[in-house]
């Protein structure tokens, strides 16, 4: 449907669904607030994942593409994203919702550090500059008190770096795996790491009521994403992007504001521009190292 449209413009499509996909797993995942915990969450939505991608698989003729031959890597991305999804289910409950997506905003940036040992890219100069900034911008959205720890706010600034590290490895995976092989082994290893923490003391709470429906928009919204996200990295680099996930910030800030009435804090807004001036500095710098 999209074979006329070029790959950049592509990418910022797919993206754009990733937003709208994570703005709803956001709402859901507040509304299953104390009722299951965020590995139960996990656990529901991939098992819910398995089905739907093997129903869509086997609908358009792509299930033979699901394969073992990277099984390795598979487990290795899933591990990353299980800790960094779980992490963001959890400060979902205790921060506001713009602050949480600001700090996914250092995702990029770790992408950028971490890329030269991962994908054997070059850590520039340029680089090292733009996460500084960066990072100088996270330190405005945290405003960390030093005279406590906040478990919330370590939780959203890992949940990042766990995001990072699961990019990379979709990138790396994007080289020789489909997206339907992608998605299988995301929702199957996930469904897996849920089980085995969620079960873990013996009791699994089972979702009732309109919590089924909530369960299943996590499962649906999780699916688009990461196939939007997997998509887009077909299309684009991973350092072109990442960065267009800042299109999060202005939907999710209008739902905190007029769902959950939290506050439109200006320092949230300033430290995510300058987390933003951080990436926009790297993706010239990249575009610049490629046409040279």
């Not at 449209?5 to 996909?21: Q, V, Y």
């Not at 792509?62 to 963001?88: C, D, K, P, S």
């Not at 299309?235 to 992007?241: D, K």
Request: glycine share 6%; aromatic share 10%; hydrophobic share 55%.
């Amino acid at each position: 449907m999209m074979t006329g449209i070029s790959p950049p413009i592509r990418a910022t499509i797919f993206m754009i669904g990733a937003m709208i996909s994570f703005t709803l797993m956001a709402i859901s995942g507040r509304a299953l607030e104390a009722k299951l915990d965020t590995f139960e969450i996990m656990t529901y939505r991939s098992l819910f994942g398995i089905i739907l991608v093997l129903v869509i698989a086997r609908m358009a003729g792509t299930h033979t593409e699901i394969r073992r031959v990277r099984l390795g890597l598979h487990i290795v991305r899933n591990l990353f994203h299980f800790a960094g999804q779980n992490l963001w289910f959890y400060a979902i409950l205790y921060i506001p919702l713009s602050q949480l997506f600001a700090f996914e905003f250092s995702t990029p940036l770790w992408v950028a550090i971490l890329a030269p040992f991962v994908l054997k890219e070059q850590l520039t100069a340029s680089r090292i500059m733009a996460a500084s900034l960066g990072f100088f911008g996270i330190l405005l959205v945290a405003r960390p008190d030093l005279s406590s720890v906040d478990v919330a706010l370590i939780a959203a600034a890992l949940c990042a770096v766990g995001f990072a590290g699961a990019a990379l490895c979709t990138k790396l995976l994007t080289r020789t795996e489909s997206t339907t092989s992608i998605l299988f082994w995301l929702t199957v290893l996930q469904a897996i790491f849920g089980i085995v923490c969620a079960g873990y003391d013996g009791q699994i709470d089972v979702p009732r009521g309109t919590e089924i429906l909530w369960v299943l928009i996590i499962g649906i919204c999780g699916l688009m994403a990461h196939f939007c996200i997997t998509s887009a990295l077909q299309c684009a680099p991973a350092t072109v992007v990442t960065p267009l996930e800042f299109l999060r910030l202005p939907l999710i800030t209008v739902v905190g504001y007029f769902m959950y009435q939290e506050p439109l804090e200006a320092l949230v807004f300033l430290g995510a521009g300058i987390v933003l001036l951080a990436n926009i500095i790297n993706l010239r710098a990249e575009y610049k190292n490629a046409s040279s």
